[in-house]
T-cell receptor, first 112, second 109 residues
Framework: GPKVLQIPSHQIIDMGQMVTLNCDPV?????FYWYKQILGQQMEFLVN????????KSKLFKDQFSVERPDGSYFTLKIQPTALEDSAVYFC??????????FGEGSRLIVV | GQGVEQPAKLMSVEGTFARVNCTYS??????LSWYQQREGQAPVFLSY????GLKDSGHFSTFLSRSNGYSYLLLTELQIKDSASYLC??????????FGTGTRLQVLP
């Protein structure tokens, strides 16, 4: 099936530092999402895009979070500064029509 | 609020069936999807429904009742490899997709 690529797969970072997570969605998909999943817990919505523009952010999307699309292809999720509670797996997903989401393998972030 | 609820765990026996329930109470409804997620891996799409009734897709079938805010995923002829978490997700409006709490299915030999 369609492939969504996430980099890095794992990252360990000191509390207070900045981290940037990258996602390359399926090229012709219009919808794009970032989710946060703490181990064994619910997949929580952070933010979504339509046609490259931010459409909706959740309450989880703190001021320390920012999202960009640097060159019109891949997306980034930046956390600055990081906190211990930011430790989680961050999944991105894209969709052609908003019904079927294709997920990347996730970026496992550990804040120490 | 956007509530999508699922039982945390479910056990069934190889060769039989399992029904994973999902109830939702959301400010809008624009379709419901089911995903399979294995431990340490990404969710994988299984099925999407937007109209009431049963959608038979072989090993996986999906039922939806919009008036009751209820859906289930039915797995038949269970195999051990069906052991995984099953996530229900509701599309609210055109943008947001809200996931349920997930049900961990254990298939016993």
């Amino acid at each position: 099936g369609p492939k969504v690529l996430q980099i890095p797969s794992h990252q360990i970072i000191d509390m207070g530092q900045m981290v940037t997570l990258n996602c390359d969605p399926v090229s012709n998909h219009l919808y794009f999402y970032w989710y946060k999943q703490i181990l064994g817990q619910q997949m929580e919505f952070l933010v979504n895009f339509y046609n490259g523009k931010v459409m909706e952010k959740s309450k989880l999307f703190k001021d320390q979070f920012s999202v960009e699309r640097p060159d019109g292809s891949y997306f980034t999720l930046k956390i600055q500064p990081t906190a211990l509670e930011d430790s989680a797996v961050y999944f991105c997903a894209s969709s052609p029509q908003g019904n079927t989401l294709y997920f990347g393998e996730g970026s496992r972030l550990i804040v120490v | 609020g956007q509530g999508v609820e699922q039982p945390a765990k479910l056990m069934s026996v190889e060769g039989t069936f399992a029904r994973v329930n999902c109830t939702y109470s959301t400010s809008g409804f624009n379709g419901l999807s089911w995903y399979q997620q294995r431990e340490g891996q990404a969710p994988v799409f299984l099925s999407y429904v937007v109209l009431d009734g049963l959608k038979d897709s072989g090993h996986f079938s999906t039922f939806l009742s919009r008036s009751n805010g209820y859906s289930y995923l039915l797995l038949t002829e269970l195999q051990i490899k069906d052991s995984a978490s099953y996530l229900c997700a509701v599309r609210v409006g055109t943008n947001k997709v809200v996931f349920g709490t997930g049900t961990r299915l254990q298939v016993l030999p």
